[in-house]
């Protein structure tokens, strides 16, 4: 039975009636096309060698097929603005659902801050015209791409998906003609030499890529965070996320094979490294080939731009509604915007976490491919943190609420889907460490690992940003749950139709009326 103390707030329920039904099932695929397909991360991942395609297979199967499972059903079946926010709120409590939150949601910023800037300046200085690194425009160009993502988040869902949108068809049209472009290379000039023991898996490839594929196959589920935007996420949940999911493995495998067979791995690297590749395979268009990388790696930056975007739009609607419900400070980062629709406090909360990230990124010592490692790092352990929230409420929902009509049902009893939820959260508690203290494992077993020659900064510093972030996360979420008491007892009236949890527990309405009555 679900507690009338887990029952949503007031003002949420206010704020949610500003929220626009705008998106369909085409858009809900492409956004998280957009969204969750990490083209920036394959180069990163390529750098391992061909064992690169092995763990890749290896990680869409044991854990991208279990994870999917579990979220078509849960997505479907607990549909509310807010999406994780709300599973582990009803599973765990409050408390609980505010970490996730905003684990979940400060992933974001620091990612698009950290990485996603770092890269896409890397991609125009490299491909498109040269930018000093810490030179005014080196600084202009970052803060620039910040904002374009927050500026498309605060848009009205309505007209701001084309961007997230066009993302999610420009990354396949790029993957698709870089892998043409790959084949015509091949005739006419052969590939790397590689042999079938090169795809050997090791113990190092293994933790140095298992962090790395996670992230690149988490957050199919995100959508559910606009679930109250959709027409019918009902039925059009579980599609999506089995048509992302099959796309973007395909889009993981193919392109990672590809760079290996046109590139030496020495010289993959995850600032640049799929762009190499394309330079390398464009070269068979002859006089065009130059202006060709051009338009790709402008190409590449939009793509940069529009991932991050559309997780603008889906984390910041997670954790306005967090903060609506009395779980993050409460009203004034709650509120969503009755012209636009949408969470614009939150949305400057995120553009001004990304700067102040990328101003702390940029005081690390290193090239700037240390500097995207470092950070993808960072954003890589605070996104599977949320998740060892996350998937344990997934598994607790379905015991939880045996009798809720499900519209999709994975073909198990609850025991089998606890067993499938627990693979993949064995798979997120490894990543999870694995990312906030690398070389651990590693040494432990008995391997070599030199973390300067690893990471292209020192330990300590790499440490004291990590840590660093985490314990900052953990003050805020532990303030803004504080702050939010005032919006906490304001509680709807029971029979709200509004309410998630009636459609939760349908014997909770007439509990509660027994108890006003008493």
Not at 28 to 39: C, N, Q, R, T
Not at 53 to 65: G, H, R
Not at 460 to 477: E, Q, V, W
Request: charged letters at 15%.
């Amino acid at each position: 039975m679900v507690s009338s103390l887990e029952r949503t707030t007031a003002y949420a329920d206010e704020q949610k009636q500003h929220l626009k039904k705008s998106l369909g099932r085409f858009d809900i695929v492409l956004i998280v096309m957009s969204a969750v397909l990490s083209i920036e991360v394959l180069a990163e991942t390529a750098g391992f060698g061909a064992e690169t395609f092995t763990w890749t297979l290896v990680l869409a199967i044991f854990f991208l097929v279990p994870y999917a499972l579990v979220f078509a059903e849960t997505g479907s079946t607990f549909v509310g603005e807010g999406g994780a926010y709300i599973w582990v709120r009803q599973a765990f409590g409050r408390p609980a659902g505010a970490i996730a939150s905003i684990l979940s949601w400060v992933t974001q910023p620091v990612w698009v801050g950290g990485s996603m800037a770092f890269l896409a300046t890397g991609t125009w200085n490299q491909f498109i015209s040269p930018l000093e690194a810490g030179s005014i425009g080196d600084w202009i160009f970052k803060i620039v791409f910040i904002w374009i993502t927050v500026i498309a988040a605060i848009l009205s869902l309505a007209k701001a998906k084309w961007l997230p949108t066009l993302g999610g068809v420009l990354k396949v049209i790029f993957i698709a003609f870089f892998l043409f472009t790959t084949i015509i290379y091949a005739a006419q000039h052969g590939v790397q030499p590689l042999h079938l023991s090169d795809f050997s898996p090791s113990l190092g490839g293994f933790l140095g890529l298992v962090p790395l594929l996670l992230f690149s196959y988490l957050g199919f589920e995100a959508s559910n965070s606009a679930s109250d935007e959709m027409k019918n996420p009902k039925k059009d949940i579980p599609v999506a996320i089995a048509r992302s999911g099959f796309i973007s493995a395909l889009c993981y495998l193919l392109p990672v094979l590809a760079m290996l067979l046109v590139l030496p791995t020495e010289t993959i690297t995850g600032i640049g490294g799929l762009l190499d590749a394309v330079q390398t395979v464009f070269t068979v268009y002859g006089p065009a080939a130059e202006v060709m990388v051009v338009l790709a790696a402008l190409m590449f930056v939009i793509i940069l731009a529009s991932q991050g975007a559309a997780w603008m739009i889906m984390s910041d609607r997670m954790q306005a509604l967090t903060a609506a419900d009395g779980a993050f400070f409460g009203g004034f980062f709650g509120k969503i915007s009755r012209t636009l629709g949408t969470p614009v406090n939150v949305n400057l909360l995120s553009g001004t976490v990304a700067t102040v990230f990328l101003i702390a990124a940029m005081q690390l010592s290193g090239d700037a491919g240390a500097l995207f490692g470092v950070v993808l790092s960072i954003s890589i352990s605070t996104f599977l943190l949320s998740y060892l929230l996350i998937i344990p409420a997934a598994i607790k929902l379905r015991w939880k609420h045996p009798g809720i009509e499900r519209p999709f049902r994975v073909p198990v009893g609850n025991v089998g889907l606890t067993i499938l939820g627990g693979i993949a959260f064995l798979w997120i508690l490894l990543g999870s460490w694995v990312a906030i203290f690398p070389g651990t494992l590693d040494r432990l077993f008995g391997q070599e690992y030199n973390f300067l020659d690893e990471w292209g900064v020192d330990q300590g510093p790499f440490t004291a940003l990590t840590l660093g972030t985490l314990g900052a996360l953990a003050a805020l979420a532990l303030i803004g749950y504080v702050r939010g008491h005032r919006v906490r007892v304001f509680r709807p009236t029971p029979t709200d139709p509004q309410d998630l949890l009636d459609d939760l527990d349908p014997a909770l309405d007439s509990k509660l009326d027994t108890q006003k009555g008493m």
